[in-house]
């Protein structure tokens, strides 16, 4: 099939090959967002004078159907076909004759790859805040369930002082505050509108692209037409870094479980059915489900790098170099979701030992609570400090493991209602209620 872009002559099947590569598959991420991008720009065409009414009615009636049909997964793109760009006007051109060819004025396959990439981004963004609220959740709800029950903490991978199953979950969900924060920047990054820039230094027709953006629920433009091109790769990136924030949590909190669960620590465990066995050993119960958490999330923390390295040196400008990032960057979505799922599912259904300290071989993690009662007798620290070590040295260390921590974030004080205010600010400032409705809007006929 020859290419809407075609001229006379014939591509050669070894470079058509190995151009396309696997740009069809990819293409299916952005089937929908391209049909978005179709009806806001033909909407704007039409306002402008470059299509009538009734073209502007029979195109939309005929884009929304396509977008039902990819919503239903009853849409493909046909053998021969080069990307879903090509793929929707020629079913357009198919059953609505020359209007259907008219959508393209005005627009390049550049711009049109761009604000579906775009659009692509900021709901998978939204769909990965989703995910990481529902995490949130559950770490804060088993912070308060456990925040008086008292675990080992570690510096060095050595005995270091106190802490609580409350206070190392409450971690976790604050982690989690931070790094929605990276991802709204992101998502600030994506929401901007692309479409309107054609090749990369706009055009003659007198579209509205402040139209457009209201269209499709965008933020703001972006601006400048070359650097709309420009912004190519540089989005990808930055989203790319909010993903591998929360990735490099996720991994973390993996290493911890693993070690937790591991006998010779035996803090947490969980129902057999949440972990694996061993083909040889009877007694095992494996954290297959940490482990693998800790391995997707760590090949998503070398996304941003990936990313990076294929974007090096390139100019301003469209190069096809452009087109591989998504193969590296679309399928992290679903991976880091499905992690952040089974975390969840994984916490939600951990058991805690309790009275862990109790045990007198965790007796000096309390040597720095005896020390500060001396200070808050009176004693200097110094010799607080002092004292306490000689009498660990003698043997004649004695402790309680009643703690009186007070202060913000403390092991009595876990600050879980600001921690959680703290989310909802960030996530509200995102204004996903008000995109969603957007899109809603727009598709009506």
Not at 22 to 35: E, F, G, K, P
Not at 115 to 125: G, N, P, Y
Not at 278 to 284: G, Q, V
């Amino acid at each position: 099939m020859s290419k809407l872009w075609q001229k006379n002559n014939k591509v050669s099947d070894l470079v058509e090959k190995f151009t396309i590569g696997n740009d069809q598959a990819m293409d299916m991420y952005l089937a929908s967002y391209d049909v978005l991008g179709s009806i806001a720009h033909t909407t704007m065409l039409a306002e402008v004078g470059l299509l009538t009414a009734a073209e502007q009615t029979s195109i939309k009636k005929a884009l929304v159907a396509i977008y039902e049909k990819i919503q239903a997964g009853n849409f493909s793109l046909d053998p021969g076909v080069e990307d879903i760009h090509s793929q929707v006007e020629i079913l357009l051109t198919a059953s609505l004759g020359d209007a259907g060819k008219k959508i393209h004025s005005a627009r390049s396959r550049n711009d049109q790859v761009l604000v579906d990439i775009k659009l692509f981004l900021r709901a998978e963004l939204m769909n990965v805040t989703a995910s990481v609220q529902a995490l949130f959740k559950t770490l804060q709800e088993k912070s308060e369930a456990h925040k008086n029950d008292l675990l080992p903490g570690y510096t060095h991978l050595q005995l270091a002082m106190p802490s609580s199953f409350g206070l190392w979950l409450g971690a976790y969900a604050e982690s989690l505050v931070d790094d929605i924060t990276v991802l709204q920047a992101a998502y600030k990054v994506v929401n901007k509108n692309p479409l309107g820039s054609a090749a990369g230094y706009g055009s003659s027709f007198p579209i509205n692209r402040t139209r457009t953006t209201e269209l499709l629920g965008f933020e703001s433009l972006n601006y400048n037409v070359v650097y709309a091109q420009m912004g190519r790769g540089k989005a990808e990136r930055i989203t790319a870094m909010a993903l591998a924030n929360i990735a490099d949590t996720l991994s973390k909190l993996s290493m911890d479980a693993c070690l937790f669960m591991n006998q010779n620590f035996g803090f947490i465990q969980f129902p057999e059915e949440l972990t694996t066995g061993s083909s040889i050993m009877p007694h095992k119960k494996n954290p297959d489900v940490f482990e693998l958490i800790r391995s997707y999330c760590n090949r998503i923390k070398a996304l941003p790098n990936e990313i990076m390295m294929m974007t090096t040196n390139l100019p301003s400008g469209y190069h096809r170099d452009l087109q591989l990032l998504k193969e590296h960057l679309f399928p992290a979505f679903t991976q880091l979701k499905n992690c952040l799922e089974m975390a969840a599912l994984m916490i939600q259904n951990m058991q805690v030992k309790k009275d862990l300290l109790e045990d007198p071989k965790y007796q000096y993690l309390f040597s720095v609570e005896e020390v500060n009662k001396l200070v808050l007798g009176g004693m200097p620290f110094r010799d607080a400090y002092k004292q306490v070590g000689m009498n660990i040295e003698a043997g004649n260390f004695k402790y309680t493991t009643q703690l009186k921590h007070t202060h913000e974030g403390s092991i009595g004080n876990l600050c879980t209602a600001q921690i959680a205010a703290s989310m909802e600010k960030v996530v509200a400032a995102m204004e996903i209620v008000k995109v969603e409705q957007q899109i809603k809007d727009l598709l009506k006929l």
